[in-house]
């Protein structure tokens, strides 16, 4: 979340760029026409008092934004051919809230059919059946 990064103005002139949080450079990388990119590192200390002012939603916002990164405007083309009332009230908060429980769902699910049929030695069926009961448990869980 610190550091410095220095480009060309040349390189920043041209596209529109519209970050998210504290990655500026990541936009900049993303969208600029940057050709080179060099690194000077440098070591943190250990925090001494006070805590991280990271949260989930920073890690959230982050995939959200390689995602409209990667896909080069595609997403708000989309969005601008949705009806104006539909693309405003896209609750994209809420579905990346439903994405992620249902891929914790899928990983409950994969683990406890794991444990059950090579852990335990159960019939593959049995095991799958328990299995995808604990994975729904566990979206309606966290739900």
Do not use: C
């Given at each position: 979340?610190?550091?410095?990064?220095?480009?060309?103005?040349?390189?920043?002139?041209?596209?529109?760029?519209?970050?998210?949080?504290?990655?500026?450079?990541?936009?900049?990388?993303?969208?600029?026409?940057?050709?080179?990119?060099?690194?000077?590192?440098?070591?943190?200390?250990?925090?001494?008092?006070?805590?991280?002012?990271?949260?989930?939603?920073?890690?959230?916002?982050?995939?959200?934004?390689?995602?409209r990164?990667?896909?080069?405007?595609?997403?708000?083309?989309?969005?601008?051919k949705?009806?104006?009332?539909?693309?405003?009230?896209?609750?994209?908060?809420?579905?990346?809230?439903?994405?992620?429980?249902?891929?914790?769902?899928?990983?409950?699910?994969?683990?406890?059919?794991?444990?059950?049929?090579?852990?335990?030695?159960l019939?593959?069926?049995?095991?799958?059946?328990?299995?995808?009961?604990?994975?729904?448990?566990?979206?309606?869980?966290?739900?």
């Amino acid at each position: 979340m610190s550091g410095y990064f220095m480009v060309r103005r040349s390189a920043i002139a041209g596209p529109h760029l519209n970050p998210v949080g504290y990655k500026i450079l990541l936009e900049v990388i993303g969208r600029g026409n940057v050709g080179e990119i060099a690194e000077a590192g440098y070591v943190f200390q250990e925090r001494e008092s006070g805590e991280s002012k990271v949260t989930w939603k920073q890690y959230v916002e982050y995939l959200g934004h390689l995602a409209r990164l990667r896909s080069r405007g595609r997403i708000g083309r989309l969005r601008q051919k949705l009806p104006p009332k539909i693309a405003q009230t896209f609750p994209k908060e809420r579905f990346i809230r439903y994405a992620i429980v249902g891929l914790s769902g899928v990983l409950v699910d994969m683990a406890v059919l794991y444990l059950l049929s090579d852990g335990l030695g159960l019939a593959l069926t049995r095991s799958k059946i328990v299995a995808a009961e604990v994975g729904i448990f566990s979206n309606f869980f966290w739900m």
